[in-house]
């Protein structure tokens, strides 16, 4: 069974910053690729960053150049730091984590997303 647990969102002024975490528990094999995605009051939900097996990252236009994705393979842990924040960022923040895991010799798929992180940028 796995695990996938957000962290690090909170209340902040335009222009601050945040650190997001999204770390997986459980009987992981690998943790494969990873996207985040976030939702503002009334919208529909929107992927927003990932990153690759191999470290390969992609950006949504909307935060590319503010937003930086990162991932510690030996902790099963993405990042998301986010840099010069505006109150157009505030939403709720999710991870979507896909890989394998093991038990015994048996090996299985997982497709996860986390709990949500909320996000405030006041102006």
Same mark, same amino acid.
């Given at each position: 069974?796995?695990?996938?647990?957000?962290?690090?969102?909170?209340?902040?002024?335009?222009? !601050?910053? *945040?650190?997001?975490?999204?770390?997986?528990?459980?009987?992981?094999?690998?943790?494969?690729?990873?996207?985040?995605?976030?939702?503002?009051?009334?919208?529909?939900?929107?992927?927003?960053?990932?990153?690759?097996?191999?470290?390969?990252?992609?950006?949504?236009?909307?935060?590319?150049?503010?937003?930086?994705?990162?991932?510690?393979?030996?902790?099963?842990?993405?990042? *998301?730091?986010?840099?010069?924040?505006?109150?157009?960022?505030?939403?709720?923040?999710?991870?979507?984590?896909?890989?394998?895991?093991?038990?015994?010799?048996?090996?299985?798929?997982?497709?996860?997303?986390?709990? !949500?992180?909320?996000?405030?940028?006041?102006?």
């Amino acid at each position: 069974q796995v695990q996938l647990v957000e962290s690090g969102g909170g209340l902040v002024r335009t222009g !601050g910053s *945040l650190s997001l975490s999204c770390a997986a528990s459980g009987s992981i094999f690998s943790v494969n690729g990873v996207d985040w995605y976030r939702q503002a009051p009334g919208k529909q939900r929107e992927m927003i960053a990932g990153i690759t097996t191999g470290g390969r990252t992609n950006y949504a236009d909307s935060i590319k150049g503010r937003f930086a994705v990162s991932r510690d393979n030996g902790k099963n842990t993405v990042y *998301l730091q986010m840099n010069n924040l505006r109150p157009e960022d505030t939403a709720v923040y999710y991870c979507n984590a896909r890989g394998i895991t093991v038990e015994g010799t048996r090996y299985s798929n997982f497709d996860m997303w986390g709990q !949500g992180t909320q996000v405030t940028v006041s102006s």
